[in-house]
């Protein structure tokens, strides 16, 4: 299945937004609550593109991270606990990598999209809903929850490739698609996806 061709022009869009409503809403990548010289120098000269795009994908990461986690303890389907074990642990490895990459742009290490709501982000309702669901109900929004969350997360970076202008940036955004998209491919073939996405 090709998913990358669908949408390119309108999450590119929605990528120059979030640039947008990052700074209207005071949050913006060259704010840092306490910066040394040198991370203000960094940050002013971060593309603002590739600016956007890491500060969103980091706490994308660590919301479905925390979900993940909590997938592979309470799923009911075995199939669903494993798969949920091993994006999590591919997940935390791509968060180091992210943060490394804020850290070399010299950007806050804060959430500065903390109370938005991204479409894909896991937020903190989602968490606690999550806790509170039982048995088949769990699984379900489970899946609908990790589903949103890797289609939105390798579509803005499909944008980061297109319109970023940092290599590193571009290289990390491209292997988070080609995770993203195995994970949606095994993720499909699962029959509970199929019943709780159908």
Not at 4 to 14: D, E, I, N
Not at 74 to 85: G, I
């Amino acid at each position: 299945m090709n998913r990358s061709a669908p949408a390119r022009p309108l999450v590119a869009l929605c990528l120059s937004a979030l640039l947008v409503l990052t700074a209207s809403a005071g949050c913006s990548p060259a704010t840092d609550p306490a910066p040394g010289p040198s991370a203000v120098r960094k940050t002013a000269s971060a593309p603002s593109t590739d600016a956007a795009w890491v500060q969103l994908m980091t706490p994308m990461n660590e919301k479905a991270v925390a979900l993940l986690a909590l997938a592979a303890d309470r799923a009911t389907e075995p199939r669903l606990r494993a798969f949920a074990d091993r994006l999590r642990s591919g997940q935390e490895s791509e968060l180091k990598r992210l943060k490394a990459l804020l850290v070399r742009m010299g950007l806050p290490r804060t959430d500065v999209h903390a109370g938005h709501d991204m479409p894909g982000m896991v937020t903190e309702q989602d968490l606690a809903a999550a806790e509170a669901a039982e048995g088949s109900a769990f699984d379900r929004l489970f899946l609908k929850l990790v589903h949103d969350h890797l289609r939105h997360s390798a579509q803005v970076s499909r944008s980061e490739i297109d319109a970023g202008a940092r290599a590193d940036a571009k290289r990390l955004a491209a292997a988070l698609v080609t995770a993203r998209e195995a994970a949606l491919t095994e993720l499909e073939g699962l029959p509970e996806a199929a019943r709780a996405l159908g």
